[in-house]
């Protein structure tokens, strides 16, 4: 009795393996088909950017991939780089011509990647559109701006050389002081947390 319940209880197992392992796969195919395309790669604040484009096509080190010729300026590191290719369910693997890992990046939100390089730092791997949509959002910050109060009330007036606009805004002034924004359906930025009488930055006149 007990060993007809532990066949049952093995080949059930057996079968929950077996859809475990089929489901990786079909994880890391899918991966693979989602991230053929163009990607922008960037160190975290976008100061130099290389533009990747990702195939298909197998080669004998993996998966081809293109380069734009200012990469090897930009990022030196990528002058080693001759193939892609997915290692585990999620590890996007940039490697050299003998198959070795230049750079493995995963998926920290939807689309964007960071991979780190010992001695380096962080880089990021976004798809182009996004990246390119994300620089223009950046250059609409930039320029000359007023802090006024709820009232109306002018207090001072700022002017934006560079920011990331991802819907949050930090100030940090020379004492240390660091004061938060995000930005309100008026194309104007609220000081957070909201307060009856609340701090605005608007676009100067």
Not at 66 to 86: H, M, S
């Amino acid at each position: 009795m007990s060993l007809g319940r532990f066949g049952i209880t093995a080949t059930a197992l057996t079968a929950l393996l077996g859809l475990a392992s089929q489901a990786a796969a079909q994880d890391a195919s899918t991966l693979k088909k989602d991230m053929v395309g163009q990607w922008e790669l960037a160190t975290t604040e976008r100061s130099k950017t290389c533009v990747v484009t990702l195939k298909g096509d197998t080669t004998p080190q993996g998966l081809k991939l293109e380069l734009e010729p200012g990469c090897a300026a930009a990022l030196p590191f990528t002058k080693e780089i001759t193939a892609w290719n997915i290692k585990g369910l999620d590890i996007v693997r940039m490697q050299d011509a003998a198959g070795q890992p230049v750079i493995d990046f995963t998926e920290v939100e939807s689309g964007i990647f960071e991979g780190l390089r010992t001695g380096e730092g962080v880089y990021i791997l976004q798809n182009l559109a996004a990246a390119r949509s994300l620089a223009k959002s950046m250059d609409q910050m930039i320029g000359d701006w007023q802090m006024v109060r709820g009232n109306g009330q002018t207090i001072c007036g700022l002017t934006l050389t560079n920011t990331e606009a991802t819907g949050r805004m930090l100030l940090l002034s020379a004492k240390g002081e660091t004061w938060q924004f995000e930005a309100d359906d008026n194309a104007q930025w609220r000081r957070v947390p909201d307060a009856a009488d609340p701090l605005i930055m608007m676009r100067g006149q």
